[in-house]
């Protein structure tokens, strides 16, 4: 069974870091790319970042430099970084899978986790 679960998320102030977890289990990842998305409260789903046959790829200018995306096999597990948040980080995030290349484009992803809430405030 195809599983993506995400954890780490949890309250920070403005600044902090966090760092959150997308364990995956019932499929090779070495076929498949693993994006992380995020949703804020009344806001369309916003693609951030992306870890896949193509490489790192970037989809989201606001996490350019503040977040990144690292992966270990033996945990099975894809994680993202996160530094120097702002309050306007503050939304659920999701990590997914897409066979093959990276893709900005959250309907080409399928296999959805629940997500973890990341809340930034003071």
């Known amino acids: 069974q195809v599983q993506l679960v995400e954890s780490g998320g949890g309250l920070a102030q403005p600044g902090e870091s966090l760092t959150l977890s997308c364990r995956i289990s019932?499929?090779?990842?070495?076929?498949?790319?693993i994006g992380w998305f995020r949703q804020a409260t009344g806001q369309e789903r916003e693609g951030l970042l992306c870890?896949?046959?193509?490489?790192?790829?970037y989809y989201a200018d606001n996490a350019k430099g503040r977040f990144s995306i690292s992966k270990d096999i033996g945990k099975s597990t894809v994680y993202l970084q996160m530094n120097s948040l702002k309050v306007e980080d503050a939304a659920k995030y999701f990590c997914?899978?897409?066979?093959?290349?990276?893709?900005?484009?959250?309907?080409?992803?399928?296999?959805w986790g629940r997500g973890t809430q990341v809340t930034v405030s003071t």
């Open positions: 019932g499929f090779a990842e070495d076929y498949w790319a």
């Open positions: 870890i896949g046959k193509n490489g790192i790829i």
């Open positions: 997914t899978r897409k066979l093959g290349r990276c893709s900005g484009n959250e309907n080409d992803y399928s296999n």
